[in-house]
Nanobody
Framework: QVQVVESGGGSVQAGGSLKLSCAASGGNFRGCGIAWYRQAPGKERELVSSLSSAGATTYADSVKGRFTISRDNAQTTHYLQMNNLKSEDTAVYYC???????????WGRGTQVTVSS
């Protein structure tokens, strides 16, 4: 069964760091794009960062300079390094990853990030 699973969420004080991971099961991300989204209580899900198969990255303005998206060489895990966290970063973070010859996109179930001020 093909799926993606997030890990690495938790509680941290403002100014701290967390590194989220998104692991592929039953496939890999080779040739496909990956992304991280987040959804805070009462708000819509928003795109935080993306990484195309060609290596192009995008970041939401609110996280530029603080978050970094990457993936491992085997392209079975991708990461979101989050530094200088702020209370407004509190949300459930979801990974989205394309896998397979047609890059069908899979969603993880989410991991909670809570930043206290």
């Amino acid at each position: 069964q093909v799926q993606v699973v997030e890990s690495g969420g938790g509680s941290v004080q403002a100014g701290g760091s967390l590194k989220l991971s998104c692991a592929a099961s039953g496939g890999n991300f080779r040739g496909c794009g990956i992304a991280w989204y987040r959804q805070a209580p009462g708000k819509e899900r928003e795109l935080v960062s993306s990484l195309s198969s060609a290596g192009a990255t995008t970041y939401a303005d609110s996280v530029k300079g603080r978050f970094t998206i990457s993936r491992d060489n085997a392209q079975t895990t991708h990461y979101l390094q989050m530094n200088n966290l702020k209370s407004e970063d509190t949300a459930v973070y979801y990974c989205q990853a394309g896998m397979g010859f047609n890059c069908f996109y899979y969603w993880g179930r989410g991991t909670q990030v809570t930043v206290s001020s």
